[in-house]
């Protein structure tokens, strides 16, 4: 979100990007924490599985809230990611980190190809579309038996080779904490770049065409090409979290990557607070770790999570972040723009 | 014999057409008046039968009967879902947050459904579901015929609707151009809400019809839902004819990939229809007006 | 002489009570694994009324003064909630044994889990072969695997009901591919004659295309058909519709299924006509263990028990015989599970292979429907 009266002043612009950098490295603080708190391996898993979504959130948040286009499919392009990095391995005996980058690259094509293809399509359209797409996607995973083993699944996939370096194994993946800092590091990362994107003149490019395409066109700004853009990186960036998820949890089926993921990662920018980007990640975090928290509840589990979904949509549409910024108002730690 | 096949596979196709197009009637209606997908309508159908077999079975009453129960059901829960979440969000002017309400509301739905009925299927008998009728080696149920004869009959009920009455020809104008029917003194809001109970009525009288048909767990309503919203897109959005066509050719597609090719393609082939349906003609089948927002 | 009396007794009660305290605290933990949400619930939900009709008879008396304990939680049927499950189970219950799951991806998954944390998994629901052919100690199956059951179905389908041609039906999940594989190897190695094989996804509702094509396939004799309650229950009423089965006035009989639970029939009606197929658990057995589980289930619920009540049932007994037999932990729990011999529970009797399968072949019941829709049980094994 770039803030256009602070863009002025310098000394206000440093000050922005003083605590911009105060807040990664507290966050990079966190992230090393964390595992040492929470040392068991139930919630251990549950960490990684949160820096996972963290991951598909802020990449559906970056189609979604920042290029403005309703993709409805964004479980199509984790499933590409993780099957495609998968069989690579597993078939074509390639090795972890290549078929890592042919995997995301894949999702990115796949992103690429579908906006292109729905580039003139718009509002629920798109969304239908994009919808679909999922439906192809997961249809195709399940079907194509000789290709995928479909709902026989693929067993026993193995965690990323361990770094090792002179001899010395620095990480060993098999390490719940290794699995999760590679993780967490990595969505940490792919947070910066897109950060980065937006408030580059790239990032206002898609925030002018998301408010109005119209006058976009009238300024000479291709929208469709930056529309593809947003798309491709995005769904790579939801390829890479494929990858992670089918070497971590070692067993992978078509039915990971039904639709209704789709809607659960929608749900996590919805609930952080759509086209903020740091929203999606706490709304990631948060109902990663609410079904879990919530398994006392036995069959209400899930309709609390949905009356959840229904209720911030009703009285804060802004999610997370706006109820941030509410709260950080009424406390005096911010004027209100 | 293969023409038996073929003619047999072709009155399936058209059964199951008219399945689904009963659920994708109130589907097409509330996008043609409001611009607005309700995600838990398929949950309304579900509930429909549930409240059908609850009142056969618990009441004692009889099947037609049921069938208006549902249709009751099905409206008040349009009316709660209209006045909690299209109207309060309708100024806020996102597309997509009542899209998410409503998934949020269709996930509360199937839980609360699992909670109350539990997940082991439902068997709901009529004195048609298995009489079947046979001629020149053709079968066909009667239940079968009684989801067509509905169909028909809703269809053409709706029909007269639209185009014969007042409040049929105001919704129309309000589809058209929401603003210049509010100028001519119809109350948009009214319309709006008229037409979410009458989608909504439809999809529960359609539960009480397909329920001897369905496999009857509360997430019956998954397994038509995203079938439906591709039929309403092949269709053209908002359009009654293009739905109940593009409803029929879904049908048929799913009894003739049966047939020679595999079950498991049927989703690949719809989905495949509906994108290049939606890359070749976006308006669907048979296009109204609307060309701008494509 | 009073006073010593007293003395005497006093010490006795205290005694009495300090015993009693102590056997309440022996527990067994086990760790129930079912998907709980969801379409899966459909397995959950009966495997805990099994369990609990279990834990109830067994904790009036205890076994070696051992009380069971149980904590259930939501697998979901599918591996990533199941792996969370299995890791919550194990971090904050520390079970002594786990039971579960019934999908067998997830169990697949959570196998490596359990392995890892020396606990044995006992596992009455998943009949894919990868559970127990590859060797892993610390997993068990009473349930007769996928391959047991196709190699057995497709001898008698051959032999005894001289069977020359099939065509299979089947969902299209890891068990419902799994088992029409097997069936169709061993049926063609025979000498017979598959006809088509036609999977079919869990959201079909209308079966009537399918009954339509198979109509169209010429002689059929047996259709092995494995898919649950819902689905199957379609597909009967589909086939005879269409004048396929014998319950619509065909010749094909319907064949196969371990999943279909009693009370199919009444359901099903005379489309169900003549439908033979393997159960987990026969209603009409005459042996003890079964009439006392199905009248003391009757009695608890007011319904007659299926298969999934049957096999929870018989896992939480499983593990009661093995701690009469001395386990007390989980290593012990699972030496006693390996070398179970001669035990007859409500499924069928349980001994397990080097792999960690039960190998009886009791546990493979024949039933065949009759005209007046009930079950004549068939002494094939």
Known sequence: MSDPALAQHLPGQRA????????????????????????????????????????????????????????????????????????????LGIPFWAAFVAGVAFAGF??????????????????????????????????????TQGP???????????????GVVIADFHNLAAFFYLVAGFAFLSYILLSQLVRSPIGETLTAIREDEVSAASLGINGAAWKVFAFGVGS????????????????????????????????????????TLIGPVFGAILLTVLPEVLRGFGDLRLVVYGAALTFVVLFMPGGLAQAARVIAEKLGLRRST | MTTTIVLQQAINGVVLGSLYVLVALGLTLIYGVLVQINFAHADFVTLG?????????????GYILSIAVAFVVGAALGWLINAAIFTPLRHKGNELLPLIATIGVSVMMQNVMLAWFGPIPYAFETQYSNEVIRFAGIFVSWQSVIIIIVSILTIALLYAFMKFTFLGKALRAVAQDRETAGLMGINPNYLIMLTF?????????????LAPVLVLTPFAGTSVIVKAFAIVIIGGFGNVEGTILAGLIVGLIESYTTQYLDPGLIDIVVFALLLVMLAIKPTGLISERREENV | MKALRTLFVSAAAVGLLVTAAQAQDKTIKIGALFPMSGPGSYFGAQDKQGVELALEQLNKAGVNGYKFVVQYEDSSCSPLPATQAAKRLIEQFKPDVIIGEECSDATLAVMPVVEQAKVPLLNAGSSSIKV????????????????????????????????????????????????AQVFKENFTKAGGKVLAEIGFGRDVNDFTAIATR???????????????????????????????????GGNAIQIGTIWLPFGFEAKAGKAALGYIRIVQFDPTDTRDVAKNFASAFKAKYNADPTHLNAHAYDQVMLIADVVKRGGKDAQSIRDGLAATKGYSGVTGSVEFDKTNQNTKMDTIHYMETKPDMSWTSLKWN
């Open chain 1, 16 to 91: 922005a990007l003083r605590s911009r950098w105060l807040a990664y490295a507290l966050a990079i603080a966190v992230i090393i924490i964390l595992p040492l708190i929470f040392n068991d391996t139930y919630w251990r898993t549950n960490l990684t599985v949160c820096a996972i979504n963290v991951l598909l959130a802020i990449g559906l948040d970056f189609i979604l809230g920042y290029a403005g286009q309703l993709n409805l499919g964004h479980s199509a392009f984790y499933g590409l990611g993780a099957y495609v990095s998968t069989l690579l391995i597993v078939k």
């Open chain 1, 110 to 147: 796949a992103g690429t190809f579908l906006s292109l293809f729905a580039v003139r399509l718009r509002g629920h359209y798109l969304a239908i579309a994009s919808l679909g797409f999922a439906v192809i996607v997961h249809q195709i995973l399940l079907n194509w038996i000789s290709l």
């Open chain 2, 197 to 209: 109970v009458i989608a909504s009525a439809l999809a529960g009288m359609g539960g009480a019809m």
């Open chain 3, 132 to 179: 127990t052919e590859p060797g892993n100690p610390w997993t068990f199956r009473i349930m007769p695997n996928e391959v047991m059951q196709g190699i057995n179905l497709a001898e008698n389908a051959s032999k005894r009901m001289k069977a020359e041609t099939a065509v299979l039906l089947f969902e299209n999940t890891n068990a419902g591919i799994g088992n």
């Open chain 1, 152 to 166: 026989l699944g693929i067993y026993g996939i193995a965690p990323p080779p361990a770094i090792v370096i002179g």
């Open chain 3, 214 to 248: 198979v109509a169209g396939l010429g002689k059929v004799d047996v259709i092995p058909t494995y898919t649950l309650e819902g689905q199957g229950l379609k597909i009967t009423q589909a086939l005879a519709q269409a004048g396929v089965t014998k319950g619509g």
């Open chain 2, 49 to 61: 039968a549930f409240a059908a077999y609850f009142f056969m079975h618990l009441v004692g009453g």
């Open chain 1, 236 to 275: 790579a960036v939801a390829g890479a979290a494929g990858c992670f998820y089918a070497s971590f949890v070692g067993t992978l089926v078509p039915d990971a990557f039904f639709v209704s993921e789709a809607f659960n990662i929608l749900a996590m920018v919805i609930v952080g607070g759509m086209g």
